[in-house]
């Protein structure tokens, strides 16, 4: 990590590009301000016939007039879908609505699907490209600062299940990502510091200059200054792309993009989805992970102390939810083992060993139990 970028401001808010580089499904995340309304933003994506922006009920009021207009430019016609908004609609019947949109108006395969929102959007229209027609190009337009370092990129798609988060889905790369930065300037607090978790989370499992960085700054992150936030976009792209290009399916090391989502994806499923943000669910569920490589001897106690900390300015929780008064450890179990990662109804974990490094690795349950429990207290 840059920690002593000397460039003006103004030269480090120009365009970035970051590489992801997957073969012949390589492509480009274009972060900077104002994005969405350059046409330079689309240069070299297909145009002319059909372009779908998909985004929803709040997101459209803000940004798809701009966005339209630009693809205006580009395409025969412009199509919306604009579908309930939260993560409560990732589901079945939402995504059925994209299909129905589409058929209704005769999208054929060359049909380009824009997603336009948050992590929810993009991972429903990725989903829906994936699978209509067997597949038709989409390109991801990330308006959350979650979408923005994380869910636009790598080509992970899907909704939820009841029983479960992100349970049923696709792996299908984007043509191209186009970060806004302006866009995170109506971002509700609450979502800033969200996306926050995901920032913070490439620290301990790959950087810790990085973590360093943003202890730094995380006064103007949280305050949107421009400088940090292009910052912050940019160098989780970098690290979230080097992981993807070594392991785009998730065989291995890509998994470590998953800390403290174990934990967190239990607090979604058993809080119901949509009562916590999945940012808010990951920054919990990484000082819960925290605790637990503490427990495993994998890092000492002043890490986890300092990435509680780090959560806590960044204006997440760090108290655990109990998710059932009568048997919460049990409750909890239940949930993680049907995390994805799990193999046989064995939980596996990713844990920080040493911090800047992560590694999967089962755990006895008597152990995360004691974690749960001394988590659930301030
Ligand atoms: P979200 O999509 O629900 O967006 C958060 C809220 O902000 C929504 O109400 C949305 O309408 C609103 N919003 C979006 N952009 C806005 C803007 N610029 N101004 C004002 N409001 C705006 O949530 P999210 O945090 O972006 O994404 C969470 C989802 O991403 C979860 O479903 C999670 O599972 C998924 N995810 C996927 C991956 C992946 O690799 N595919 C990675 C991480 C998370
Ligand atoms: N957010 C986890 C991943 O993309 O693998």
């Not at 609505?97 to 395969?109: E, G, M, N, P, T």
């Not at 495993?296 to 998710?323: I, K, M, Q, T, Y």
């Not at 139990?369 to 659930?376: D, T």
Request: hydrophobic share 45%; glycine share 8%.
């Amino acid at each position: 990590m840059d920690t002593t970028d000397s460039r003006s401001a103004d030269s480090q808010l120009s365009p970035q590009r970051v590489r992801i580089d997957l073969a012949e499904r390589s492509y480009d995340i274009l972060i900077g301000a104002g994005l969405l309304g350059r046409e330079d933003s689309y240069e070299g994506l297909p145009a002319g016939g059909t372009a779908v922006i998909v985004t929803n009920t709040v997101v459209a009021p803000l940004y798809l007039d701009r966005l339209t207009a630009t693809l205006s430019r580009r395409h025969t016609r412009v199509l919306h879908v604009v579908l309930p908004d939260g993560e409560a609609h990732k589901d079945w019947q939402t995504l059925q609505l994209i299909f129905d949109a589409l058929l209704a108006s005769a999208c054929d395969r060359k049909t380009v699907l824009y997603a336009l929102g948050g992590g929810v959007i993009g991972d429903m229209t990725g989903f829906a490209a994936a699978s209509y027609m067997r597949g038709v190009p989409f390109v991801q337009v990330p308006t959350t600062l979650l979408a923005q370092v994380d869910s636009s990129v790598g080509g992970k798609t899907a909704i939820n299940h009841p029983q479960g988060k992100n349970m049923i889905g696709a792996f299908y790369q984007p043509l191209r990502v186009i970060c806004d930065l302006e866009t995170l300037q109506t971002l509700p607090d609450r979502e800033l510091s969200a996306g926050l978790a995901e920032v913070i989370k490439y620290g301990p499992i790959a950087d810790m200059a990085f973590l360093a960085w943003i202890e730094d700054h995380i006064d103007a992150l949280v305050r949107r200054d421009p400088v940090a936030l292009a910052q912050a976009v940019k160098r989780s792209c970098e690290i979230k792309a080097l992981v993807v290009g070594q392991d785009e399916r998730e065989s291995g090391l890509r998994a470590i993009l998953n800390f403290g989502h174990t934990f967190g994806h239990a607090i979604e499923a058993g809080m119901g989805y949509g009562a916590w943000l999945h940012g808010e669910a990951v920054g919990c569920g990484m000082v819960m992970a925290a605790r637990l490589s503490e427990a495993l001897g994998r890092v000492d106690s002043r890490f986890v102390s300092r990435l509680r900390s780090l959560v806590e300015r960044a204006g997440l929780p760090c108290v655990a939810p109990v998710l059932d008064p009568d048997d919460n450890a049990g409750r909890w179990l239940s949930l993680m083992r049907v995390d994805k990662k799990a193999e046989a109804g064995e939980i596996r974990f990713v844990v920080i060993d040493p911090p800047g490094r992560a590694v999967m690795c089962p755990a006895p349950d008597a152990t995360v139990a004691r974690v749960i429990a001394a988590s659930s207290h301030a």
